[in-house]
């Protein structure tokens, strides 16, 4: 009888010892990989899906960043060995840490601790309020992940600024500004890029500053501006192309070949009427902008109607070349300019022409972005 007991004691305690492991083995949750949709660590931006699988990890209760953050979840996409959830959005009323970071699991098998690298994204420039503000006006930006911002510049230069939200931001245009530039903003994660500003560029950071000037943009080789007629070459003429491969997009291209038997040279529009306003007589209030790309030392007229101008391309690359209109010598000749005591009528001007020198040199220009800024 005695044996009969000690056996059955023995068999009881086997038992309770196997079910006693087998109920601490099950109620021990384990991670075994942690990884988001774009990095196989543990690392993700506000927004993304990140997947744990491990063991005994059914029974998700709740997730815990940081210690004081709930993260919601959907718990039919869990289950004994996977977990899925987002990273929370991030609420700028309601902030939380950028960088590695404790995250909680309390499942019904017990609590699984880890660690999880919330990576801050870099700031995304939108769009201004206003496109050509004036020295001393408030300009809005909207854009997004404006989160601990370390400066914003103008031209380089520190602007004071009011951060509204992680999506907004205002500042004044500074009252000594020269000419319009960049604005970039630059926080923990990286700064705005900078965009050129030209044809069809859209949310370009560069704000142009009003000093009391209307530019008219004339012709950019991509259906846009005021001229909408055809370009043609003349005289001692080599090849035009007007779909040439520009800063950004399309732009004209004039070659010379060297030919010298009627002394001259160009290409122009062919006269489409007058495209300024009627009000623009003065030629000392409008200036004629370009850009151009040319091999350093090339020398070219701006011709508009009779009225020319010489530029001569110093560095490589493309870049603006400007002239104030009452600076256009009569007659086709640059050098007038000095003496002519009448000057061009900008109201009345009908044509843009390029020429190269007729030296019988061969050389080439590409020109682009035609504009008259004219002073209000």
């Known amino acids: ?104 699991f309390v499942t019904a098998n017990g609590v699984v601790d880890s660690q999880i690298n919330i990576i801050q994204p870099a700031p995304v420039f939108g769009n201004f309020s206003v496109l050509n503000p004036k020295l001393g006006n408030k300009v809005t930006i909207k854009g997004r992940w404006f989160i601990d911002v370390s400066s914003v510049t103008f031209g380089g230069e520190p602007l004071d600024y009011t951060l509204v939200s992680d999506k907004e931001m205002y500042f004044t245009v500074p009252t000594d500004a020269t000419a319009g530039a960049n604005v970039v903003i630059t926080t923990p994660a990286g700064s705005t890029p900078i965009v050129p500003p030209g044809p069809g560029v859209a949310n370009t950071t560069f704000l142009d500053i009003n000093f009391g000037f209307v530019d008219y943009l004339f012709e950019d080789f991509d259906g846009n501006g005021l001229y909408k007629s055809t370009w043609g070459s003349y005289g001692d003429a080599g090849a035009l192309s007007v779909t040439a491969i520009g800063q950004t997009a399309n732009s004209a291209q004039y070659d010379y070949y060297g030919a010298t038997a009627n002394g001259y040279n160009g290409c122009q529009n062919n006269e489409a009427g007058a495209f300024l306003p009627s009000s623009a007589t003065a030629a000392s209030k409008v200036t004629f902008k370009m850009m151009v790309n040319a091999n350093p030392g090339t020398s070219f007229d701006v011709i508009l109607d009779t009225w020319a101008y010489n530029f001569t391309i110093t560095t490589s690359g493309w870049q603006e070349v400007s002239a104030v209109l009452d600076q256009f010598g009569s007659g086709y000749n640059p050098g007038n300019a000095a003496t002519d005591t009448k000057k061009v009528d900008p109201s009345g001007i009908l044509q843009v022409k390029v020429s190269l020198p007729n030296n019988g040199i061969v050389s080439s220009v590409k020109f682009d972005d035609i504009k008259f800024r004219v002073e209000e």
Request: net charge neutral.
């Open 1 to 104: 009888m005695k044996n009969i007991y000690k056996i059955n004691l023995i068999v009881i305690m086997l038992i309770s010892a196997l079910f006693s492991c087998s109920k601490d083995e099950v109620g021990t949750p384990t991670i075994t990989t942690f990884s988001s949709q774009t990095n196989p660590n543990a690392s993700g931006v506000p927004g993304d899906l990140l997947k744990i699988e491990g063991t005994n990890l059914s029974g998700l209760k709740q997730i815990v960043l940081d210690n004081k953050l709930d993260v919601s979840f959907n718990p039919n996409l869990n289950s004994n060995i996977a977990i899925f959830f987002n990273i929370p959005n991030y609420d700028f009323e309601n902030p939380y840490n950028f960088g590695v970071q404790p995250i909680k």
